[in-house]
């Protein structure tokens, strides 16, 4: 290219050369008169006269961009040493942020901002500074800036979120949950806390479409969807019936057990509203249905309500037409003990709990002994023995928490606690239940943490 570009010029400088020859040495004469002044000369040397002058503009015009640009070249030199220094602020604040120091985040974030002009850029570190530092009020005005900007929105309201839980606003969060929600359906924190704060709030139905979407977008898994799904279905079916709809009562709670049969709360929804609807049969077999899964002494007394039969005799009859369904299960011993102990029948009710105790038993089958002993006139001593054993023997299984392990006398789908939803289990202290398969430990954590 550059010889190319050199020979052009060549033949460029040799054409000239020539053409300037030829015009010198042409005849012609130019004169010129301007008020008095008189110009006599030839064609050739007006001409190179002209290409001098060209030339001489052509030089001047360049000396004169020259001086000109020069401070146009220092400004910039000086914005991007100010860029370069508000990087530098930029960056040492992140680092006091990681590193938990508040104070100086602040100051760097100060700087940066002045340095940098560009609140995309240094608005996150203003917010999350000011968060660190313990400043409510500049978080919330450095994250509300940042729903003004595009890129920032989703991140800002992360933060509002996360400053209006902090603050006790459920309503609150929930709307600037749901906002993020609006923006990024597919990320796990917005629809794990969007629907713990439906739950908790007890928008059922909405709580129930967050699921669904979160379920369809892989953010929570098939299986936890479904349970989560049955137990939003049982709180749903206690509205309707509270609301007098009974028949929509009755067709959720079906929905809910066809889900999780697993669920002791659903059994025991269909099974009560199938009694209340005068359908004894169908709540038979729903509690038979459910005892297989997972028995449960409720089961057994609405069993018992179900069959409608007082004779206590016959009520050992129906009982062990339940315990049939999964006979070697602690709860169908359990259950036979307490049928033969109502019917008075010492010996079959020693039975069933000895076999439910095994080597150990518990603190409740200690007590049912000590009734046994005791309603049958036995020793004294033997009563006490019993009693006695009931102080040190293992805990029983109770409604437990799996997110904080706290205790539930009744089961409820909101921990009282900690404010987990669905997280309620019939388990005994310290273990994940003999009976219950084991489940994955509650995922959904409740306040987002802005920190990472
Ligand atoms: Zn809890």
């Known amino acids: 290219m550059i010889t190319l570009r050199t020979l052009i010029w060549f033949v460029v400088a040799a054409v000239a050369m020539l053409a300037a020859v030829w015009l010198a040495e042409q005849p012609g004469v130019v004169t010129a008169e301007f008020r008095g002044w008189r110009l006599d000369t030839s064609v050739g040397a007006l001409m190179v006269g002209l290409v001098v002058l060209v030339l001489l503009g052509v030089g001047g015009w360049l000396v004169y961009r020259w001086i000109m640009g020069a401070p146009g070249a220092l400004m910039e030199g000086w914005f991007d040493s100010r860029r370069r220094r508000g990087y530098r602020a930029l960056t040492q604040g992140l680092a006091a942020v990681a590193a938990g120091d508040g ?26 500074a000011a968060q660190l530092a313990g400043d409510q009020e500049a978080a919330t005005r450095a994250f509300n800036a940042m729903l003004e900007d595009e890129q920032m929105a989703f991140l800002g309201l992360r933060g509002l979120t996360s400053q209006a839980l902090r603050g006790g606003d459920q309503a609150k969060a929930l709307t600037y949950a749901e906002r993020a929600f609006r923006l990024r359906p597919q990320t796990p924190w917005v629809v794990h806390s969007l629907f713990d704060m439906q739950a908790q709030l007890g928008q ?9 979407a979160g379920v369809r977008r892989k953010v929570v898994t098939p299986d936890r969807g479904r349970t989560l799904k049955a137990v939003l279905l049982i709180e749903r079916s206690r509205a309707a019936e509270r609301d007098g709809q009974a028949a929509d009562a009755l067709a959720l ?15 025991e929804r269909l099974a009560e509203l199938q009694i209340k609807a005068g359908e004894g049969r169908r709540a038979l077999k729903t509690l038979e249905r459910g005892w297989a899964v997972v028995p449960h002494p409720d089961l057994a007394q609405l069993y018992l309500k179900a069959s409608g039969e007082t004779d206590p005799l016959k009520r050992i009859g129906v009982i062990r037409r339940l315990a049939a369904h999964k006979p070697d299960d602690i709860e169908s011993h359990v259950a036979l003990a307490q049928a033969s102990l109502d019917a008075s029948l ?21 007590r049912l002994m000590a009734e046994v002993e005791e309603r049958s006139h036995a020793e004294q001593a033997k009563v006490h023995d019993w009693l006695a054993r009931a102080t040190n023997a293992p805990a029983d299984r109770t409604w437990r928490c799996s997110a904080c ?17 669905g997280t309620l289990h019939w388990r005994a202290p310290g273990t994940f239940g ?9 995922q959904l954590e409740f306040a987002p943490s802005t920190s990472n």
């Not at 003999?434 to 509650?442: G, K, S, Y």
């Open 346 to 366: 010492w010996g079959e009710a020693r039975r069933h709990l000895e076999i439910a105790g095994g080597s150990n038993p518990t603190v409740r089958i200690c």
């Open 434 to 442: 003999q009976v219950l398969p084991p489940e994955t430990r509650a």
């Open 405 to 421: 392990s706290a205790n539930h006398g009744s089961w409820r789908s909101v921990c009282e606690s900690c404010g987990s939803f």
């Open 103 to 128: 104070a100086e985040a602040q100051r760097q974030a100060k700087k940066a901002e002045k340095l940098l002009a560009e609140p995309s850029l240094t608005l996150l570190l203003s917010a999350q």
């Open 253 to 267: 709670a079906r929905e809910a057990f066809a889900l999780a049969p697993e669920r002791i709360a659903a059994t």
């Open 204 to 212: 059922w139905k909405a709580a129930q479409d967050t699921l669904d």
